[in-house]
């Protein structure tokens, strides 16, 4: 995978020049459609003059239901993309650990956009873009949790008999996995459940990225804090078909034209992503 910069956000804002994206077009594939990527090359959509997303919104920055409306900063990038690539913009809101599978397949999602890092086990599965943005991993418990600190963290969660709530097929399901091996992991579909898990006592800890930790114990479970984050550097980027590269090309090359004219900055300052 290709990046654009780094930081903790990663996205750079140096252009070797002017991006110019080439107009739409292009005869229909047997895969749904095909459009030109900037280098004449087609690239192929589900649906013809659509970009169909596969998203969880459930991870609050990044992207939520609010009033019945998709919101988020990897939402509203989606359809800063679509509308720069002439395309209209198809969300479809499905449990995380499908998005990448759904991208594979070609038949269901064009991309997956939903604070996807780019590991090497998913990219396996598809190709992603240059990075967007970088984040870390973030232990959260109930405030009021004495027992389990900053600094006592990693070895009282690492016990028989503790439960840690991770989002299945996350990267902090691997994350905790690999540092709480004796701690028993209780698997939900979405963040905001891991949440309500510890609320409910089901669990005594979560992991989450750090961005979504920070945004919910400051606006959806205030009774709960994040008592340690762990530099991971993860990058988070856009899923794409292994079959489709001129599709990828295409983002890269909005992605980078997004980045230079501020868009992208623009909307970490809106949703508060640091």
């Keep these: 995978m290709r990046k654009i910069g780094m930081g903790m956000a990663v996205v750079s804002t140096a252009l070797a020049g002017a991006l110019m994206l080439a107009g739409c077009g292009g005869a229909p594939s047997a895969n749904g459609s095909s459009h030109d990527s900037p280098d004449g090359a087609e690239m192929q959509l589900v649906t013809n003059g659509v970009l169909t997303v596969g998203t969880s919104a459930e991870y609050e920055p990044f992207e939520y239901m609010q009033d019945g409306e998709y919101k988020g900063f990897d939402l509203d990038l989606a359809r800063a993309i679509a509308e720069d690539l002439d395309l209209e913009l ?3 809101n499905v449990d995380f650990d499908t998005i990448v599978p759904g991208v594979a397949s070609g038949a269901k999602y064009d991309v997956g956009i939903a604070a996807i890092t780019a590991t090497p ?5 598809v190709d992603f873009t240059e990075s967007y943005y970088l984040d870390d991993q973030a232990i959260v418990t109930m405030a009021d949790n004495a027992e389990v600190t900053g600094d006592t963290c990693f070895d009282v969660l690492n016990a028989d008999g503790v439960k840690i709530a991770v989002q299945s097929g996350s990267t902090a399901e691997a994350f905790a996995r690999e540092n ?6 209780v698997p939900f579909k979405n963040a905001t459940d891991c949440f309500a898990a510890v609320q409910s ?15 919910l114990v400051a606006t959806s479970f205030t009774n ?13 980027a856009i899923a794409v078909g292994k079959a489709n590269p001129a599709l990828r090309e295409a983002l890269d090359a909005s992605i980078e ?11 970490m300052a809106q949703y508060n992503i640091k």
């Design 90 to 92: 198809k969300i479809e």
């Design 121 to 125: 086990e998913r990219e396996d599965q």
């Design 180 to 185: 709480f091996p004796k701690a028993s992991l």
């Design 201 to 215: 006592n089901q669990a005594v800890a979560l992991v989450t990225n750090r961005s979504v930790a920070a945004q």
């Design 224 to 236: 709960e804090h994040v008592i340690k984050q762990v530099s991971t550097g993860e990058e988070y």
């Design 257 to 267: 034209k997004l980045a230079a004219d501020g868009t992208i900055d623009a909307l």
